[in-house]
């Protein structure tokens, strides 16, 4: 596709579900990364991705965390059992990972757990 | 472990008035610099970025950005601010030629008044 692109926009969910995200990279983009927005504490950096391996994952808040990327293109990221404090924007972003090093930001996921 | 610190929150100024904001990072090595801006409903997007030489980075939209190695900074000016300047900009910094570290200020929320 032309951009990044994330599902579902948005999600509602109830406490103690699970829930799952997805990122779209840019075709080609070896790098994926996934990070969390809330309101007044910027973007937390959540997982790296070079193709399907996730040699860093040391930014996943907790163990309801996870995420996997297959075929060095779709990422999914996992909650499970979301509590209150995850709420916030999820958002991926890819990168050719060759020397500009930019980021392709997507819209971005807004979770919202009641 | 890195850090970025952005110094103002949130910034309200009238259009054509003189825009800084500050950015400071912490990291012992060589770096690369970032500015990313966010518009409202919109991805975020690049602004201009740092890899070497010039220390004076210009960016689109009459963006400028100035590397400082000495205060580890990288300030975001822009000389003459517009009403559709009105978004949230985001300092980010990661290693020189790593694309998987790459950490983010918390934002500076930036309001143009017509």
């Known amino acids: 596709g032309a951009g990044v692109s994330q599902s579902p926009s948005n999600k509602v969910t109830e406490k103690g579900k699970d829930v799952e995200l997805r990122c779209d990279p840019i075709?080609?983009?070896?790098?994926l990364y996934w990070y969390r927005q809330s309101l007044g504490q910027g973007l937390e950096f959540l997982i790296y991705?070079?193709?399907?391996?996730?040699?860093?994952k040391s930014g996943l808040p907790s163990d309801r965390f996870s995420a996997e990327r297959t075929g060095g293109s779709v990422s999914t990221l996992t909650i499970q059992r979301t509590q209150q404090e995850d709420s916030a924007v999820y958002l991926c972003?890819?990168?050719?990972?060759?020397?500009?090093?930019?980021?392709?930001f997507g819209p971005g996921t807004r979770l919202t757990v009641t | 472990a890195q850090s970025v610190s952005q110094h103002n929150h949130h910034v309200i100024l009238s259009e054509a008035a003189s825009l800084e904001l500050g950015c400071n990072y912490s990291?012992?090595?060589?770096?690369?610099l970032f500015w990313y801006v966010q518009y409202p409903g919109q991805h975020l997007q690049l602004l201009l970025k740092?890899?070497?030489?010039?220390?004076l980075v210009k960016g689109i939209k009459g963006f400028e950005a100035e590397f400082i190695k000495s205060k580890f900074s990288f300030n975001l000016r822009k000389p003459s601010v517009q009403w559709s300047d009105t978004a949230e900009y985001f300092c980010?910094?990661?290693?020189?030629?790593?694309?998987?570290?790459?950490?983010f200020g918390k934002g500076t929320r930036l309001h143009i008044l017509p």
């Open positions: 972003a890819s990168s050719s990972g060759v020397l500009t090093y930019e980021q392709y």
């Open positions: 075709s080609g983009h070896t790098a």
């Open positions: 991705f070079q193709g399907n391996s996730a040699p860093d």
């Open positions: 990291y012992g090595g060589t770096v690369n």
């Open positions: 740092y890899f070497s030489g010039d220390p």
């Open positions: 980010a910094v990661s290693p020189m030629n790593r694309d998987d570290k790459i950490i």
